[in-house]
């Protein structure tokens, strides 16, 4: 190991916001999942951690249909949400890592070396959700979309949505709890009456879906068209021969879900 | 930084940043947690922190600080095996014994949870869990069978010499 990081502990959501500052240097370690494992292999050495833990950044509230997630709250902590948010908490690892790794770090997680990871990022775009986060320029609150090309160097605090009026999730089955889910697709009806659609797994960061939104009436049409939405690669996980051919049939399945539940 | 060990309150000067697995096997010397693929994803590490399974490997050692950590050290001993101790040796659940002290401290939670011998629940419970000796259907026994309530008479089915390596080797 080489130098032991110096460790920041903040005790409250404005210190760790202040010890963050601008990110520069700065490694957020949130549930560890992700982060520690880096360490361990040397892949990533950090000069600052700051740890999140004492921060008082988790736990889910609510203020009408208004809900609003901390960034340390557990993925294990989301599994009986409504879907799609539920169902895709309870699709990420086994219920030990689940119990460990954090919203803001599945917001936040760059790149794996074999697969795209932030399975809840696909959910949380559905949901049309908002980001409160810290970095340069101060706290910002933005929609997830705007936030997602550039959270590697933002402090998430919390994220918000409102309640649908009814949700779905369709993934392709994992072989093993620990495998990332090489394709998943999340609805959501609005209680305007809009259909919002995104997927992960079709890029390295979860992907809103507007051409299949457009056509949400016609499932086999909405489900070709998402194709135009996405810009496919292979990687350890699945080709983007096989993205291509699957796509489809989890967006009609999502929506089918969701006519359902409607 | 003090760390409360199975009960017993011990000073550790490892970084804060460590993993706590590396904390209870070098500078500790508690060995039953086991560095297998140390990125959470064979469940061989996993320890009890405040009663919950966790993954030692993905813990940084600071976090656990004033947490009551269990090992399966402290859930038995060689003298006095804990009941999922007894039922792994009556099912023959353990072979090469390196994922065991992680199957059993998990097991171990999910019985305290109320879990029952419902076979599909022990295995959502333990799906984290990897026996590369596929040992998977003995473990489930041992599980369940500890959730029903069984008890064993080890004479029967145990060797009757060295039972000190039960519950996983060093």
């Known amino acids: 190991m080489t130098a032991a990081p110096e460790v920041l502990l903040p005790a409250s959501a404005d210190e760790a916001v202040s010890l963050f500052g601008d990110g520069t240097s700065v490694t957020v370690v949130g549930g560890g999942t992700i982060v520690m494992p880096e360490i361990t292999y040397g892949r990533l050495t950090p000069t600052k951690a700051l740890l999140l833990h004492r921060a008082g950044l988790d736990g889910v509230s609510r203020s009408g249909s208004t809900v609003t997630v901390g960034a340390t709250t557990t993925v294990a902590a989301l599994v009986g949400e409504a879907a799609p948010l539920g169902p895709c908490a309870a699709n990420v690892a086994d219920l030990e890592i689940r119990a460990q790794g954090t919203v803001g770090g599945n917001l936040c997680a760059g790149e794996g070396p074999e697969a795209p ?29 705007e936030f997602l090309p550039k959270r590697s160097s933002r402090l998430v605090l919390d994220v918000s949505f409102e309640e649908p009026a009814a949700g779905a999730f369709a993934a392709l089955d994992r072989p093993h709890a620990h495998t990332y889910t090489a394709l998943a697709v999340s609805a959501v009806r609005t209680k305007e009456g809009a259909v919002r659609l995104a997927a992960t797994g079709v890029g390295w960061w979860g992907t809103r879906l507007p051409s299949a939104e457009a056509l949400a009436g016609d499932h086999e049409a909405a489900g070709k068209a998402a194709l135009n939405d996405v810009n496919l690669h292979d990687d350890a996980l699945a080709s983007a021969w096989y993205r291509e051919r699957t796509l489809p049939v989890l967006v009609r399945r999502a929506l089918a879900q969701l006519e359902e539940a409607s | 930084m003090n760390l409360t060990v199975n009960g017993v309150e011990r000073e550790v000067e490892s970084a804060p940043l460590t993993p706590l697995l590396f904390v209870l096997r070098d500078e500790l010397e508690i060995e039953s947690p086991k560095a297998g693929c140390q990125q959470g994803g064979c469940g061989a590490c ?125």
């Open chain 2, 46 to 170: 996993t320890v009890l922190v405040d009663g919950e399974p966790r993954r030692s490997c993905l813990t940084p050692v600071v976090t656990v600080e004033g947490s009551q950590i269990t090992t399966v050290e402290g859930l038995g001993s060689a003298e006095s095996l804990a009941p999922l101790q007894e039922a792994f040796t009556h099912h023959y659940a353990a072979q090469c014994g390196f994922c065991t002290t992680g199957m059993i401290v998990a097991a171990h939670a999910y019985i305290e949870h109320g879990g029952g011998e419902d076979r599909e629940q022990i295995q959502h419970a333990l799906g984290g869990h990897v026996c590369r000796c596929t040992g998977y259907v003995k473990i489930v026994d041992a599980i369940a069978a500890v959730a029903r309530g069984d008890s064993f008479d080890l004479t029967l089915t145990a060797p009757s010499h060295d039972m000190t390596n039960v519950g996983g080797a060093k």
């Open chain 1, 117 to 145: 990871r932030g399975d809840l990022q696909g959910a949380l775009l559905a949901l049309g959700a908002t980001v409160r986060s810290a970095g340069a320029g101060g706290i910002t609150t933005e929609p997830l979309e």
